[in-house]
């Protein structure tokens, strides 16, 4: 029987199976995140051609992508995601590609390195696509004019074409500076790749610097760019002023920082995959994920390992072998990576959102955990090694799936629930939160989901509605808390022109109700202070209670949220800003019918006030004392009581049962 083995011819396909059992499974289950939202948004509001002034305030260069991909994709959030699988896939066979040309003779480690380099762990924004596809595609720029000046070196003829490929690819850094610091690397690769052509040094010297040339003068014209004239309108080079200025207190520092870097990037990115989810579901899902990538690439790797072709020490000088040259590589890989971080003080973190300055250091990273797998553990633990990082990695993009998964069903039902309790806003309107409870989003990325709910059809830079996070906007955007103060906030090429008079405040925490709060409300229990302190000026006639208009949400989102308790809850307190009473009592008979319960006893009051203004006595004492067992909504409680108390046509059983709960007037 014929043995099964795997022939390079294999390898997009097995780099294909990693990327998308690791990411491209759970697409179905991913939306928009983050700045996701402010690019589509821009798009449905200006169209594609507005992309150069959007991004004139950072990144001039960066547009390109979206002005060509937001036409074909419009806002279909799935399309983007796969997108950037494709994208991901295409950086995995670039970097594979690359390590072939330059070691040509190993390329089993060329496809470990690439297999590590597909579910890397230290990068977990791949679920944020349409920001994403940006860093990707220039990533993959990068790695196609790295192949193109490999590939002139050995093809002479193709020269000239295949290296104004590679200066075209190169413009990329224009686009994203994120992998400017890898440029650093062309001269090293160019020499080794030369050392099998003309291993004389003088000589070496003299092409290594003439091939790199046209590279080189790229990226000084980027340099000159970017330091003299765009120079640096967000991140400011503060690590190079303490160098100049300060250079004995700034060493150390940076010393430090670059050490705790590249500990983060090539070994607690890794180590991080060790951690297990919680919930027996999880975990079996987990573990039965991990066993079966595990497997699967340990059977690719042994029977793919079968075909290589070994070359001792004996044959090849130390500095001519693959180990040290790849350790040499992987070093000066992750510390290049580094550069742009460093001089600016950009931070290197796990944790989001500065995960994603872990994306240039993800090529050395995984040279360099090949090359140390490949020195310290015999041949066939190396295999098992190998599997067991890409399987733990796998596993990891899984938990990480399940937390975007989560947040995008909170973002549903975060609005949701706005749009049932206020279906439609008067223009002006300022929604302040505080601490928005929602992870991978900022109210910069929540204005442009307003602006979509409640005016779908309005196309001008000039946007109507605005969501302020108190604890960034107090005493800046937000200037103050009392009516008739302007408020003028505009990012990117997008513009907010309005006042305080138009502040509603809202109050959420996850797996609850949203509450649009008034001035009447500063009783409510455990109101944050940033909040209680925004209740004088909040209006809730911002609310149009009256209107017809229902708003919904964009047809990204495929839906609102389900409707549970406060469905029913959002509904009965905008019935009772329009003092609909039957409606209310209709919202409760409707609740009690499906068997649902209030989440916090705040929520009965609209009920307990309706049941008093129809006249249903028995619903009233029993929606009263239920309200009442919670003693922190007691003062709520109490003032509502005494103002049905002060209506006029309050039946007198009504007048007695609020005597019995004993709050005084």
């Given at each position: 029987?014929?043995?099964?083995?795997?022939?390079?011819?294999?390898?997009?396909?097995?780099?294909?199976?990693?990327?998308?059992?690791?990411?491209?499974?759970?697409?179905?289950?991913?939306?928009?995140?983050?700045?996701?939202?402010?690019?589509?948004?821009?798009?449905?509001?200006?169209?594609?051609?507005?992309?150069?002034?959007?991004?004139?305030?950072?990144?001039?260069?960066?547009?390109?992508?979206?002005?060509?991909?937001?036409?074909?994709?419009?806002?279909?959030?799935?399309?983007?995601?796969?997108?950037?699988?494709?994208?991901?896939?295409?950086?995995?066979?670039?970097?594979?590609?690359?390590?072939?040309?330059?070691?040509?003779?190993?390329?089993?480690?060329?496809?470990?390195?690439?297999?590590?380099?597909?579910?890397?762990?230290?990068?977990?924004?791949?679920?944020?696509?349409?920001?994403?596809?940006?860093?990707?595609?220039?990533?993959?720029?990068?790695?196609?004019?790295?192949?193109?000046?490999?590939?002139?070196?050995?093809?002479?003829?193709?020269?000239?074409?295949?290296?104004?490929?590679?200066?075209?690819?190169?413009?990329?850094?224009?686009?994203?500076?994120?992998?400017?610091?890898?440029?650093?690397?062309?001269?090293?690769?160019?020499?080794?790749?030369?050392?099998?052509?003309?291993?004389?040094?003088?000589?070496?010297?003299?092409?290594?610097?003439?091939?790199?040339?046209?590279?080189?003068?790229?990226?000084?014209?980027?340099?000159?760019?970017?330091?003299?004239?765009?120079?640096?309108?967000?991140?400011?080079?503060?690590?190079?002023?303490?160098?100049?200025?300060?250079?004995?207190?700034?060493?150390?520092?940076?010393?430090?920082?670059?050490?705790?870097?590249?500990?983060?990037?090539?070994?607690?990115?890794?180590?991080?995959?060790?951690?297990?989810?919680?919930?027996?579901?999880?975990?079996?899902?987990?573990?039965?994920?991990?066993?079966?990538?595990?497997?699967?690439?340990?059977?690719?790797?042994?029977?793919?390992?079968?075909?290589?072709?070994?070359?001792?020490?004996?044959?090849?000088?130390?500095?001519?072998?693959?180990?040290?040259?790849?350790?040499?590589?992987?070093?000066?890989?992750?510390?290049?990576?580094?550069?742009?971080?460093?001089?600016?003080?950009?931070?290197?973190?796990?944790?989001?959102?500065?995960?994603?300055?872990?994306?240039?250091?993800?090529?050395?990273?995984?040279?360099?955990?090949?090359?140390?797998?490949?020195?310290?553990?015999?041949?066939?633990?190396?295999?098992?090694?190998?599997?067991?990082?890409?399987?733990?990695?796998?596993?990891?993009?899984?938990?990480?799936?399940?937390?975007?998964?989560?947040?995008?069903?909170?973002?549903?039902?975060?609005?949701?629930?706005?749009?049932?309790?206020?279906?439609?806003?008067?223009?002006?309107?300022?929604?302040?939160?505080?601490?928005?409870?929602?992870?991978?989003f900022s109210d910069n990325d929540l204005t442009p989901i307003v602006n979509w709910i409640y005016a779908p059809d309005h196309h001008t830079a000039m946007i109507p509605y605005k969501y302020f996070d108190l604890s960034t906007r107090i005493g800046s955007a937000l200037p103050g808390l009392e009516d008739d103060l302007p408020v003028q906030h505009n990012y990117r090429n997008h513009m907010f022109s309005g006042s305080t008079s138009g502040v509603l405040s809202i109050y959420y925490r996850l797996s609850g109700c949203l509450y649009v709060l008034g001035p009447e409300e500063s009783d409510f229990p455990g109101l944050p202070e940033r909040i209680a302190d925004t209740l004088p000026i909040s209006h809730l006639d911002q609310i149009q209670a009256g209107s017809?208009?229902?708003?919904?949400?964009?047809?990204?989102?495929?839906?609102?949220?389900?409707?549970?308790?406060?469905?029913?809850?959002?509904?009965?307190?905008?019935?009772?800003?329009?003092?609909?009473?039957?409606?209310?009592?209709?919202?409760?008979?409707?609740?009690?019918?499906?068997?649902?319960?209030?989440?916090?006893?705040?929520?009965?009051?609209?009920?307990?006030?309706?049941?008093?203004?129809?006249?249903?006595?028995?619903?009233?004492?029993?929606?009263?004392?239920?309200?009442?067992?919670?003693?922190?909504?007691?003062?709520?409680?109490?003032?509502?009581?005494?103002?049905?108390?002060?209506?006029?046509?309050?039946?007198?059983?009504?007048?007695?049962?609020?005597?019995?709960?004993?709050?005084?007037?």
């Open positions: 029987m014929k043995r099964l083995s795997f022939s390079s011819r294999t390898v997009p396909l097995a780099f294909a199976a990693v990327v998308f059992i690791s990411y491209g499974v759970y697409i179905p289950r991913f939306g928009l995140y983050g700045d996701d939202w402010i690019y589509l948004y821009n798009y449905h509001l200006l169209g594609a051609s507005s992309f150069a002034n959007f991004v004139a305030v950072d990144r001039p260069f960066s547009g390109w992508i979206y002005s060509l991909t937001t036409p074909v994709f419009g806002d279909s959030a799935e399309l983007y995601h796969l997108l950037l699988l494709a994208l991901r896939w295409g950086s995995v066979l670039l970097f594979w590609w690359i390590l072939r040309l330059v070691w040509p003779e190993n390329p089993r480690q060329a496809g470990w390195a690439a297999l590590l380099f597909a579910v890397y762990p230290g990068f977990q924004q791949q679920p944020i696509a349409v920001q994403f596809i940006l860093h990707f595609s220039v990533l993959n720029l990068f790695f196609l004019s790295i192949c193109c000046m490999l590939l002139s070196l050995r093809y002479r003829r193709w020269f000239w074409p295949l290296t104004l490929l590679g200066v075209l690819g190169a413009l990329g850094m224009f686009s994203i500076e994120y992998f400017v610091g890898l440029e650093l690397l062309r001269p090293v690769l160019i020499w080794l790749v030369l050392g099998q052509q003309v291993p004389a040094p003088p000589r070496r010297w003299l092409y290594t610097f003439l091939f790199w040339l046209p590279y080189l003068l790229v990226l000084a014209a980027f340099g000159v760019w970017r330091v003299f004239i765009f120079q640096f309108p967000t991140y400011q080079p503060d690590m190079v002023k303490g160098l100049l200025v300060q250079p004995i207190e700034t060493l150390p520092l940076l010393a430090n920082r670059i050490l705790g870097d590249l500990k983060t990037v090539a070994l607690d990115a890794w180590r991080q995959t060790a951690s297990l989810p919680t919930g027996i579901g999880t975990r079996l899902y987990f573990w039965g994920l991990v066993i079966l990538v595990f497997l699967l690439v340990l059977v690719y790797l042994v029977r793919f390992s079968t075909r290589e072709k070994v070359f001792s020490a004996e044959i090849k000088g130390f500095w001519q072998q693959w180990l040290p040259q790849a350790f040499l590589v992987g070093i000066l890989a992750l510390v290049a990576a580094g550069l742009p971080f460093w001089a600016t003080s950009i931070k290197v973190e796990l944790p989001f959102p500065w995960d994603r300055s872990t994306l240039p250091f993800m090529a050395g990273s995984c040279l360099l955990t090949v090359a140390l797998l490949e020195l310290v553990l015999q041949p066939r633990f190396r295999l098992v090694a190998i599997a067991g990082l890409v399987a733990l990695s796998a596993g990891l993009h899984y938990r990480n799936a399940l937390v975007y998964k989560k947040e995008w069903e909170n973002l549903r039902t975060y609005f949701s629930q706005l749009v049932w309790r206020a279906p439609d806003l008067k223009p002006g309107t300022i929604l302040v939160s505080d601490e928005i409870p929602l992870f991978r017809e208009t229902e708003a919904s949400l964009p047809p990204v989102f495929n839906g609102e949220a389900a409707r549970d308790w406060c469905y029913y809850f959002e509904k009965a307190d905008l019935a009772r800003q329009r003092e609909d009473w039957s409606a209310i009592s209709n919202l409760a008979t409707q609740a009690e019918n499906l068997g649902l319960i209030q989440k916090n006893n705040y929520e009965l009051l609209p009920f307990v006030e309706a049941f008093a203004h129809t006249g249903e006595t028995d619903r009233f004492r029993q929606y009263v004392n239920l309200a009442g067992e919670d003693e922190n909504i007691r003062p709520v409680l109490c003032r509502r009581l005494s103002q049905i108390r002060k209506t006029d046509g309050v039946s007198v059983e009504i007048q007695t049962i609020i005597d019995e709960t004993g709050c005084q007037e």
